[in-house]
């Protein structure tokens, strides 16, 4: 059973850097994707980017200017760095596992989520 | 586009069937993916691919799709079926993950 667990700093001030590490327990690292989303309190899911084992990364377009994904395939673990935060980057971090299914053709889909992380950017 | 557009409430009486729609061009090319999640919880993938069920997922959840749109249905609502719920795809470049906004399912 594959388990993600994550942590990082919960309180930020404006124009610090958000780091977040989410650690894969019981099951390969290589063959799938590696993303951070994030929810904003009271509203939707916004995928921030992935990266998969051999550290190639894709970015959200509205926030590549600030993130940075990372992977560390010795310790199985993935990392995000979002910088010079705002009160709009308040939210809930989830880290979750992207994988495929080949059936006629790919489809994708996210099928292990962290429990979350409450990040709070506050002066 | 980058876009996914869902109805933000729906409303099922319980024991009846509900459809969840999500609307984008980038289902034309990918097939959409649909979560569930509940208060203070993280998502719950519900429903992937042409007819895919993670184990544990009941087979009340199913899902379809046609041109750029995509459905969820739940048949025979339960009261443990209040939630949130979302679809997701890659994006029509394929490089970027895409999410709807979110349809907050009520059960009557």
């Known amino acids: 059973q594959v388990q993600l667990q994550q942590w990082g700093a919960g309180l930020l001030k404006p124009s610090e850097t958000l780091s977040l590490t989410c650690a894969v327990y019981?099951?390969?690292?290589?063959?799938?994707?590696w993303s951070w989303i994030r929810q904003p309190p009271g509203r939707g899911l916004e995928w921030i980017g992935e990266?998969?084992?051999?550290?190639?990364?894709d970015y959200n377009p509205s926030l590549k200017s600030r993130v940075t994904i990372l992977v560390d395939t010795s310790k199985n673990q993935f990392s995000l760095k979002l910088s010079s935060v705002t009160a709009a980057d308040t939210a809930v971090y989830y880290c979750?596992?992207?994988?495929?299914?080949?059936?006629?053709?790919?489809?994708?889909?996210?099928?292990?989520w962290g429990k979350g992380t409450t990040v709070t950017v506050s002066s | 586009s980058s876009e996914l557009t869902q109805d933000p409430t729906v409303s099922v009486a319980l024991g009846q069937t509900v459809r969840i729609t999500c609307q984008g061009d980038?289902?034309?090319?990918?097939?959409a993916t649909w979560y569930q999640q509940k208060p203070g919880q993280a998502p719950l993938l519900v429903f992937y691919?042409?007819?895919n069920r993670p184990s544990g997922i009941p087979d009340r959840f199913s899902g379809s799709s046609s041109g750029n749109t995509a459905s969820l249905t739940i048949t025979g609502a339960q009261a443990e079926d209040e939630a949130d719920y979302y679809c997701?795809?890659?994006?029509?470049?394929?490089?970027?993950?895409?999410f709807g906004g979110g349809t907050k399912l009520t059960v009557l």
């Open positions: 979750a596992r992207g994988s495929s299914v080949l059936v006629g053709y790919f489809h994708y889909y996210m099928d292990v």
């Open positions: 019981g099951g390969s690292f290589s063959g799938y994707s």
């Open positions: 990266i998969n084992h051999s550290g190639s990364a």
């Open positions: 980038s289902l034309r090319s990918y097939s």
């Open positions: 691919g042409k007819n």
């Open positions: 997701n795809s890659r994006d029509s470049s394929g490089n970027h993950w895409v």
